[in-house]
């Protein structure tokens, strides 16, 4: 009876001692997760401080960029992409001016809209002055440079759209549809080869193309062009267009064809109708 009273003493010694170790081992390792988890509480915590401190960092900045846009000044630091150029806005890329007298001239070239301009060379200040010559080379007269045509590009006045007429060109027939229509509008081939080039990457880089050539008042109502002495012959081109997945229906634009005759200026450039 002494022995089994003794085993039982030691089996109840031994279930308590193993009831302590659990209840140790289920303490350490609530220890552990406890830990755990204020650790990874702490690092949200700290993520999210700093979210809101970044955050109220740029809001900071662009009140101040925006002041010193206000104020007109502007540093090194306070420049973005957007203060710089709109790109986001519509705009007439690459208007070029060539301009051929019958004997050398000197010309004076105004742009309407000076506020519009977002690029020019040589650089538009009130305007360009050159001498031309009859084979079209010019010099500036306020920097003595040589040059073969004047350059812009300007913000659209005119909100360019598609309209119930134009063309609809695939991408792979766009120079050949451009040497054709450039023809009609009074190009000669060295500038309609200079608008191809210029133009063919983006056309191409679409399955098709809305295109449409404005008219002299769209033209004229964008960027007025004065030019004295006033030219015998002026052409401007505005060639609109808009990529297209699927072609549309549309009316065939009706151009009419240009001649050249006496002292004649040429402007081209482009829109993307967004």
């Not at 004065?226 to 060639?239: A, F, G, H």
Request: net charge negative; proline share 4%; hydrophobic share 35%.
């Amino acid at each position: 009876m002494e022995n089994d009273e003794v085993k039982e003493r030691d089996n109840e010694t031994k279930l308590k001692n193993g009831e302590e170790k659990d209840k140790k081992f289920l303490k350490i390792k609530f220890k552990r997760a406890l830990i755990i988890f204020c650790a990874l509480l702490l690092i949200i915590v700290g993520i999210i401080l700093f979210l809101i401190y970044k955050n109220s960092n740029c809001t900071e900045n662009n009140q101040n960029n925006s002041q010193n846009n206000l104020n007109g000044n502007y540093s090194q630091s306070t420049i973005t992409p957007s203060m710089i150029l709109p790109m986001t806005d519509p705009c007439s890329d690459k208007p070029i001016i060539y301009l051929y007298p019958t004997e050398e001239t000197q010309v004076n070239v105004q742009l309407g809209y000076k506020e519009k301009i977002i690029c020019s060379y040589p650089q538009y200040t009130t305007g360009w002055n050159v001498i031309a010559q009859s084979s079209g080379d010019l010099k500036d007269t306020d920097t003595n440079k040589n040059l073969y045509s004047l350059y812009y590009e300007s913000d659209n006045v005119v909100e360019f759209k598609v309209e119930k007429d134009g063309f609809i060109v695939k991408g792979e027939a766009s120079a050949e549809f451009l040497e054709e229509k450039l023809k009609i509008l009074g190009l000669t081939d060295r500038e309609a080869e200079e608008f191809i080039i210029y133009w063919l990457p983006k056309l191409e880089a679409n399955r098709y193309n809305y295109i449409r050539f404005a008219t002299k008042e769209e033209i004229e109502a964008n960027m007025p062009l004065t030019i004295t002495p006033t030219p015998d012959t002026t052409i401007r081109i505005l060639m609109e267009y808009k990529g297209l997945e699927n072609p549309i229906e549309v009316e065939e634009q009706k151009l009419e064809k240009i001649e050249r005759k006496g002292f004649i200026a040429v402007e081209w450039g482009g829109t993307e109708i967004k």
